[in-house]
């Protein structure tokens, strides 16, 4: 079964500072994978997408994500943070070999920076 | 470009009622999808709607039930609401089916089931 895991619940990062959003994911064929972005009362906002190709993905607002198949990760990052940056951050996957569109989704992490 | 719409943004019901969600996709998009997300549960998988075909449906009773029109408008209905379909329902849109760009999501109908 297609599953997401992001480890934090919340992570603390000081403005200025790089940052990190951890996700592991497990499919049983290829992935997509995705982060996305909610502000309070908001929909989710895509950020950035792997589909294939290049390991190191550039997203939205300076964000990046690297894909390792071996650790079957898809950390986002970012190399200095802003308090704007503040909000619920989802990491979501699909199966290649599925016919659907569904996405699995992590259960979220919340970022918070401090000026 | 109008995003996806969804109407109405808030809702509160009584236990017992029916409710009807409404979702307006991008236009051109003609995937859409729906999701719960509640605090306890994060987000969940409700239903996928392609040219007015269910194409896949999550683990949700028979209470959830969902269509979509010819213009690819969609619409998701909860009967006898329990007060654990407090939540936001979020739809999301895509030019297709298990789209490799991604899906655009609206900005959630909240429901408080009291």
């Known amino acids: 079964a297609q599953s997401v895991a992001q480890p934090e619940d919340q992570v603390n990062v000081a403005e200025g500072n790089p940052l990190t959003v951890k996700c592991t994911y497990s499919v049983s064929g290829n992935p997509y994978l995705f982060w996305y972005v909610q502000y309070p009362n908001r929909g989710l906002q895509f950020l950035l997408k792997?589909?294939?190709?290049?390991?190191l993905v550039k997203g939205s607002y300076g964000f990046e994500a690297e894909f390792n198949k071996s650790q079957t990760s898809f950390h986002l990052k970012k190399p200095s943070a802003l308090v704007s940056d503040s909000a619920l951050y989802f990491c979501a996957v699909r199966d290649v070999s599925s016919n659907t569109g569904k996405l699995i989704f992590g259960q979220g992490t919340t970022l918070q920076v401090k000026p | 470009k109008a995003g996806v719409t969804q109407t109405p943004r808030y809702l509160i019901k009584t236990r017992g009622q029916q409710v009807t969600l409404s979702c307006s996709p991008i236009?051109?998009?003609?995937?859409v999808s729906w999701y719960q997300q509640t605090p306890g549960q994060g987000l969940q998988f409700l239903f996928e709607?392609?040219?007015?075909?269910?194409?896949n449906k999550g683990n949700f009773p028979g209470r959830f039930s969902g269509r979509q029109f010819s213009n690819s408008r969609s619409e998701m209905n909860v009967s006898t609401l329990e007060l654990g379909d407090s939540a936001l329902y979020l739809c999301?849109?895509?030019?297709?089916?298990?789209?490799?760009?991604?899906?655009?999501f609206g900005s959630g109908t909240r429901l408080t089931v009291v």
């Open positions: 709607y392609f040219s007015e075909t269910q194409r």
């Open positions: 236009s051109g998009h003609r995937s």
């Open positions: 792997y589909i294939t190709g290049d390991n």
């Open positions: 999301a849109s895509s030019f297709r089916t298990q789209p490799e760009e991604g899906y655009t």
